[in-house]
């Protein structure tokens, strides 16, 4: 049977608007691809730059600080100065939009300079300081003010836990970490940390999230310096210095002590007192470190290097004979004068007595040629080569300069200027055999870890004397310290104590000449005598309740050393005997150092109380005399003295050979030299003015 197919034949599929939609979809979609497959290389390929550059600066601040400050110590590692972080307040202007507003709240928190900090703002960096180094308190309550684009991040700042103790010693450093003064500044090199960058990361809302990074120490923090300071000696020195400069009512002062075997420092200490953690509180004059800075002239403690000298050269012996001429001298038309009033004398009673007669005739023996040559070898007129900034030279003049008077003047210690650190380097040459040794201030160099960088050895400079002669000297400068010497108020009981005091009268500027007044008391030695630990100098600067070195000065150098020498394990080797209060009077008397020959009055009256005779007095002819001199020899005569005008004098009243008595007053005029007159040839009972009178009153700087 066949079958019939009854289905009817399907028409051809013709295209339909259905098709064209999906092609239409399909051209869009691959167009879409294409832009954004563009886009993607614009932002990725072409604009990778710009766009990381923008995400950096939304997200990190990049902060370029200091690593960590090396730490100062003292020679038993004790910490004198340290570094620790403390919060900075920082911006970035970018992400302010209302500078102004932003500044007031600054401005009202921190009380800083609302101009300065707004136009910092409106620069737009992507970083400026606000304020740097705020208590922790400020930083907290910044960080409460949720400003936006003001953060706070650490940074080192220094730190003196001792304040004011050997202040001036170690200097400070500024807020940037660099050293600006003394030890601070001297070994900024070592002391100094590496720079670094610190990256800041912030979330979208600026939100701190992390500040920091990884820092190494041990490359990046600066050495450890090690000082040859002594934290308790320093203390001690400052101690009782200020406590003899309140009694005594002095205008200030300032001790050495150094150990002579070594030439180290272990204490430098002056007054005003410098505190380092508050140094914009202080003036300029209170940072520098007045024993490698300041200059004086010596007086009597200028006579043990003198009389060293005379023993080294052969010139004289411990048994030499002088003439004490019971007192007095006449030196040209000048009077020398001691206080002890003997006819004869010992070189080693010449040190003990602290006589200038015996100091001249003893200068006199040596000449002026060995004389500068040894002043020079024990370190006078030449920087010691301490390594720090600012140290001076003093003054010892050429040998070929010097007259007679030079000669005597010098001999016991006016004309020339020295330094407080020279006469103690000085001193310890005496104490450890003869050697000049280089003063050391640091002993070594140490990284972060604790390793030896660098050491600094201690360096002998010269042999200055003989080891016999050193030993010779230092039995002069023990019978100082014994009964009938000028220094018995330096005996440290338990110990014998070798030293010389010192009373030197200061130049007055405004006199042009020495003052009648104002001394700078002293006293150098060294303890034990017969095995020296300390060499110290110690200097009151114009005491008004006493003024000898013996009164003054030696207090201070016992004080130290009763409290020093336990601390460095020394051990007395002598009876400790009390003083009876005849001896300590006695002992008063006679720690009396002559004025300088330049101030020894030709009429004694001069030196009376008010109401006494004056002796009557020719005037001398001054025509040609500069004004230093004349003021100088009208002290001498005792009278007042009128000037007018500059230069030298051109005229006097009254004239010369006139006869005066009581307080009359010597009138002189001054002109510039090319309005001199001839000076006139000097009467036969007068002679020329002396060459003290010409030396430069800046030989005697005040300390």
């Known amino acids: 049977m066949r079958r019939v197919n009854t289905r009817r034949p399907s028409a051809p599929v013709e295209p339909g608007p259905r098709k064209d939609r999906i092609l239409i979809l399909c051209v869009a979609l691959g167009l879409m691809i294409v832009s954004i497959l563009g886009r993607a290389f614009h932002l990725q ?5 710009d766009f990381e550059k923008r995400s950096t600066g939304q997200h990190l601040t990049k902060l370029e600080v200091r690593a960590e400050r090396g730490a100062i110590l003292d020679r038993n590692g004790q910490s004198l100065a340290v570094s620790a972080p403390v919060p900075s307040v920082y911006a970035v202007p970018s992400e302010i939009a209302d500078e102004r507003g932003t500044t007031a709240r600054l401005v009202e928190l921190l009380g800083v300079e609302p101009n300065r900090i707004l136009a910092r703002l409106q620069k737009k960096n992507e970083f400026a300081w606000i304020e740097r180094q705020v208590t922790p308190a400020l930083a907290r309550e910044v960080e409460a003010l949720k400003l936006p ?3 706070l991040a650490n940074e080192p700042r220094r730190y003196y836990p001792f304040l004011g103790t050997g202040g001036a010693v170690l200097g400070f450093a500024g807020l940037d970490g660099k ?3 003394g030890v601070e500044r001297d070994f900024d090199a070592y002391l100094q940390g590496k720079a670094y960058v610190l990256d800041t990361l912030r979330d979208a809302r600026g939100r701190q999230l992390l500040v920091g990074g990884y820092l190494p120490e041990d490359q990046l923090s600066g050495s450890t310096v090690v000082t040859t300071l002594d934290l308790r000696i320093q203390e001690i020195a400052e101690r009782s210095l200020m406590k003899q400069v309140a009694d005594m009512g002095a205008r200030g002062g300032f001790v050495v002590v150094m150990e002579p075997k070594t030439g180290d420092i272990v204490a430098f200490a002056q007054t005003p007192v410098f505190n380092p953690n508050v140094f914009t509180e202080h003036s300029p004059g209170d940072w520098r470190n007045r024993p490698i800075t300041d200059t004086l002239e010596p007086g009597s403690t200028i006579k043990p290097f003198l009389v060293a000298a005379a023993l080294d050269a052969g010139k004289v012996t411990p048994e030499t004979i002088l003439d004490g001429h019971k007192g007095a001298w006449q030196f040209g038309r000048k009077l020398i004068k001691d206080v002890h009033a003997v006819g004869s004398m010992t070189t080693y009673e010449v040190v003990q007595f602290s006589s200038n007669i015996g100091a001249v005739q003893v200068g006199q023996r040596l000449g002026k040629e060995l004389y500068h040559s040894y002043l020079r070898a024990f370190g006078f007129g030449e920087p010691t080569g301490i390594d720090m900034a600012g140290e001076v030279s003093g003054a010892v003049h050429p040998a070929s300069k010097w007259g007679q008077i030079h000669l005597a003047t010098i001999s016991y210690g006016y004309g020339l200027s020295v330094t407080p650190l020279q006469m103690a380097r000085a001193m310890a040459a005496i104490a450890n055999g003869g050697q000049l040794m280089r003063p050391r201030i640091v002993s070594e160099i140490r990284n972060a870890r604790g390793d030896v960088l660098e050491t600094f050895p201690p360096r002998i400079t010269r042999r200055v004397l003989s080891e016999a002669t050193a030993k010779q000297i230092g039995q002069a400068l023990h ?10 108020r330096a005996v440290v009981p ?3 104590v ?3 005091t010192g009373t030197a009268y200061k130049v007055d500027p405004l006199l042009g000449g020495y003052s009648h007044t104002k001394v700078a008391s002293s006293f150098v030695g060294f303890v034990p005598a017969d095995d020296p630990r300390l060499v110290m100098y110690v ?19 016992r004080m130290i050393a009763q409290e020093a020498l336990p601390h460095l394990g020394a051990r007395a080797t002598e009876p400790i005997v009390a003083q009876t209060t005849d001896e300590a009077a006695h002992a008063e008397t006679m720690t009396v150092d002559e004025p300088p020959l330049v101030l020894e009055p030709s009429a004694e009256a001069w030196w009376n109380p008010a109401g006494s005779a004056v002796a009557r007095v020719t005037v001398p002819d001054l025509r040609g005399a500069e004004l230093a001199s004349v003021v100088r020899q009208a002290a001498e005569l005792g009278v007042d ?7 030298v004098v051109v005229e006097q009243r009254p004239p010369t050979g006139t006869v005066l008595g009581g307080r009359d007053t010597l009138v002189v005029k001054l002109a510039l030299p090319g309005h001199v007159q001839p000076r006139l040839a000097h009467a036969d009972n007068a002679s020329p003015p002396s060459e003290a009178e010409e030396l430069s009153a800046g030989g005697g700087a005040t300390p």
């Not at 003295?641 to 230069?647: N, R």
């Open 494 to 496: 338990g110990f014998k």
């Open 498 to 500: 070798a030293g010389k």
């Open 641 to 647: 003295l009128e000037v007018t005008g500059a230069g």
């Open 45 to 49: 390929i072409s604009r990778h730059e």
């Open 179 to 181: 050293g600006l003064e």
């Open 149 to 151: 684009g003001i953060y």
């Open 479 to 488: 019978m100082v310290t014994l009964k009938g010497g000028t220094g018995g």
């Open 539 to 557: 200097l009151i600067d114009e005491p008004t309740k006493a003024q000898y070195g013996g009164v003054v000065a030696a207090p201070v150098f």
